[in-house]
């Protein structure tokens, strides 16, 4: 069994969770036991079943994405989802003002919907939605956009009590991409340091599409993102990190992630989260084989319904021994959602 032990009672935002590994006969159970000094934690609220499920699956974890207006926020919240993500720019509100942290996707630069008050609505929901909140992921799309950010996060970040990704693209990545400037990567991170309970969502700019056949994430561009995440001290906050991978790139580069995510994870507890475009090429047997590779405690799945149904990952065929062997590769994944997530929301 798991047993989570280490926890500062006084704040759960930033506690530091370590584990320990006990024994028990029966295969069929597992017990979290949580202790803290104060406050203490009051398990009733969440249903136990259904976190660990999650946590041991990750990719059943559902997402409503490119949540960039009222509308959408509100058919999110209001959805059967885990996490919403939703991408930053600098622009206008309604077509009118100043510049300011707005939800939109480049190259759109006006919205209905500010950054401030798209967090406060989450904030919002998930005060009177206790054991059924939204976690979010925020992914900025330039380091100008960012730090005209920190105000509002310096001010949000600390009461959340949910789960909250920070995302950038900070490495030019595959295939021969030079259109989208990545996030300065040193200044991203430092901004980032303010928020040690926040999950750094790092990834590279891509150019994929339904065209596409041949590109990878190359070994030099994987040491690359090695390179800048152990120049900028992020091994010191031990701050968890999910690599966003393009869903069609990543089915071929397997080796070259598995070596990322072993570097990175003696320090930082590591994922992957694969992403794909509506219209992208993916050779879906070959992503089938990278996932359960992983394992699908270490795998999180942000894709179009249609490629979702065609990996059919409650099918594990081949997969199964694959998985099986990687279940104990590392027992703090099977808590990163389920401990260090959701039973923040006390």
Request: net charge negative; with cysteine; hydrophobic share 40%.
């Amino acid at each position: 069994y798991l047993v989570a032990v280490g926890i500062d009672g006084a704040a759960l935002n930033d506690s530091v969770y370590y584990y320990e590994l006990g024994t028990q006969p029966s295969q069929q159970s597992i017990e979290l036991v949580l202790q803290a000094e104060q406050p203490s934690v009051k398990m009733g609220r969440f249903d136990k079943g259904k976190l660990l499920a999650k946590a041991a699956n990750l990719t059943s974890i559902s997402w409503a994405h490119a949540v960039n207006s009222q509308q959408l926020l509100a058919d999110a919240l209001g959805g059967d989802i885990d996490m919403i993500e939703a991408d930053i720019v600098l622009g206008q509100l309604n077509g009118e003002g100043e510049n300011k942290p707005v939800m939109a996707h480049p190259p759109a630069n006006n919205s209905d919907l500010t950054l401030e008050d798209f967090l406060y609505q989450i904030k919002a929901h998930n005060e009177i939605n206790e054991g059924a909140e939204k976690g979010v992921k925020l992914d900025f799309k330039s380091i100008e956009v960012f730090e005209g950010s920190l105000d509002i996060l310096d001010e949000t970040i600390p009461k959340m009590t949910y789960p909250v990704w920070i995302n950038a693209d900070i490495i030019a990545g595959p295939v021969e991409q030079n259109k989208t400037v990545p996030v300065d990567a040193a200044r991203f991170f430092a901004g980032c340091m303010r928020y040690k309970q926040a999950v750094l969502s790092i990834g590279w700019t891509t150019n994929w599409g339904a065209d596409f056949r041949d590109g990878e994430y190359t070994q030099p561009q994987c040491d690359a993102m090695l390179q800048v995440i152990r120049d900028n001290n992020v091994t010191s906050t031990r701050q968890p990190i999910t690599f966003p991978v393009r869903a069609g790139i990543a089915a071929n580069s397997a080796q070259q992630l598995h070596n990322l995510v072993a570097a990175v994870n003696d320090t930082n507890e590591s994922t992957l989260t694969i992403w794909s475009s509506e219209n992208d090429y993916v050779d879906v047997e070959r992503l089938r084989q990278l996932i359960f590779g992983f394992g699908v405690d270490r795998v999180y799945l942000d894709v179009p319904e249609q490629l979702a149904a065609k990996l059919d990952l409650d099918n594990t065929g081949n997969g199964a021994s694959t998985f099986n062997s990687l279940v104990s590769f590392s027992f703090v994944s099977i808590c990163f959602w389920a401990i260090s997530s959701w039973l923040k929301s006390v």
